[in-house]
């Protein structure tokens, strides 16, 4: 897969380990400095830029360097995604483009737990009604991208209330978050092909841009066959 570098990159958002402290797995962590780099709202021609607008989707290009935060696991914030107007809440789509990821995916009660493993050129869907975090196991950069609805502002109050997901991923091992007295039993899975969306792995997921097969994206409950492998 094209690392895009043929995309001119703006000035990324940045999340800071400071900003990152009220979900790490030790609260007193004195870490500090960048962790992760977001480039946002991105395109390769005015043409696809002009499909994303007027389609409301947005395609954005992460980077998480290898990193243990207090002997954690370098990871993103996690969030929630709220409703849709028909009433499913909004999915996301992610692809690795260099690295290793873990998705790790939970309900809003933690009953059910999820880590979708994935390298590159592998696809990651985020289902309607699940949080998630990326974290970055390997000693290797994480690049990865993503389309995603721009009807919504993600929610991350949840993540922070709970000192982050019901699960951490530690150098000794996945610990529970004690914050979730409900958690499910942690799960792992190889992340799932969704042919009847073109999401299959190996295949560029900016490919689906001026297409006809994102339309989940801003209305889930038009798409729930899409997602009963959850």
Known sequence: MELYRDIDLPEPQIRTIGQMRPVLAEAGCSASGPLYFMFRNLARTAGDRDWLKA????????????????????????????????????????????????????????????????????????????????????????????????????????????????????????????RYPGVGELKFRDAPEFPEAGIVHGRDIYDLIGGDSLGYLNHPAEYTDLFRQF
Not at 101 to 109: F, G, I, K, P
Request: net charge negative.
């Open 55 to 178: 389609n409301r989707i947005r395609f954005d290009y992460t980077v998480i360097p290898p990193m243990t935060l207090c002997g954690e696991f370098a990871k993103t914030k996690g969030h929630y995604h709220p409703a849709a107007p028909d009433g499913s809440g909004y999915p996301e789509l992610y692809q690795v483009v260099c690295g290793r990821a873990e998705y790790l995916l939970q309900t809003r009660d933690a009953s059910d737990v999820i880590v979708l493993r994935a390298g590159p050129g592998d696809t990651v869907l985020v289902p309607p009604g699940y949080g998630h975090v990326t974290i970055n196991p390997a000693d290797t950069e994480l690049c990865m991208v993503n389309l995603v609805s721009e009807e919504f502002e993600s929610e991350y109050a949840a993540y922070e209330a709970s000192r982050g997901a019901a699960y951490y991923h530690c150098t000794d091992g996945w610990k529970k978050n004690p």
